[in-house]
């Protein structure tokens, strides 16, 4: 097998095959026909030749939110009010990714101020807000596919996606702000940028905030990926007591 698929199961790549066909509008095997049967007995037979244990990321779970948000020196709900706006779109945006279980491509651009609405007349008085995810269409995974609506809770934590959301809202879009401007924009000191932080420059101060933190808390950066913070807020809706539905209706 070549070594660039070392990594990368071959359920996987039969899954990767399918959402090209259906993005190209392309044909593929039904479920029972005797091609896809064919397809699968090589699989089977490749998977007995060439064993192999894919790769797995490591979920960015509530633990290590917390660990990232001590790095950062946000210990209370009222940080996030004198906090740096580079600190204060990085929590944001990491912890809204996190609940919403947002794949890379879903947040690459920053999403929009428009993406997020407020349920209740009274946007303060919230319980919750309402993320639209994958509304352009270069932000889906898979073209054809709708957008999906997220929910993310707020509560009176600093690891609460809505309230970090709800105060980045007001410190930073609160006034003439457009509508389309970029949700978690990128600043240099006070300056910002009406683009957000390249996704790699997020990986990076991820991966370096965990690897540095004291023991027993190193991980290695190898296993934190594109799909660590998706990954953790699946598991975290999982532990809190959600449905398989929920859950697969939150993630897409």
Not at 85 to 102: G, I
Request: aromatic residues 6%; proline residues 7%.
């Amino acid at each position: 097998m070549d070594s660039t698929h070392a990594h990368s199961s071959l359920a996987n790549l039969m899954s990767a095959w399918r959402d090209f066909a259906e993005e190209h509008q392309m044909h593929f095997p039904g479920k029972k026909s005797r091609e896809l049967r064919r397809i699968n007995k090589y699989i089977r037979g490749a998977q007995l030749r060439y064993p192999h244990e894919p790769a797995r990321c490591r979920p960015i779970t509530i633990d290590l939110l917390s660990l990232i948000a001590n790095s950062l020196h946000i210990y209370t709900v009222d940080n996030y009010f004198t906090c740096s706006l580079s600190v204060l779109v990085f929590m944001a945006r990491v912890l809204t990714a996190h609940t919403a279980c947002m794949r890379v491509c879903e947040h690459a651009d920053g999403c929009r101020v428009d993406d997020v609405s407020h349920p209740d007349p009274q946007p303060h008085r919230s319980s919750y807000l309402l993320l639209h995810v994958g509304r352009r269409i270069d932000s889906r995974k898979i073209k054809r596919r709708p957008a999906r609506t997220c929910v993310l809770p707020v509560r009176q934590h600093r690891l609460s996606a809505g309230r970090a959301l709800q105060i980045l809202m007001a410190r930073i879009h609160s006034g003439c702000s457009s509508h389309n401007d970029v949700l978690f924009p990128r600043f240099f000191g006070e300056r910002r940028s009406p683009n957000p932080t390249p996704w790699p420059r997020i990986l990076g101060q991820l991966r370096h905030i965990l690897t540095t933190a004291p023991p027993p808390s190193h991980v290695d950066p190898s296993t934190i990926e594109g799909r660590s913070l998706r990954a953790g807020g699946a598991t975290d809706w999982f532990a809190a007591g959600a449905t398989a539905e929920w859950v697969s209706a939150q993630g897409g």
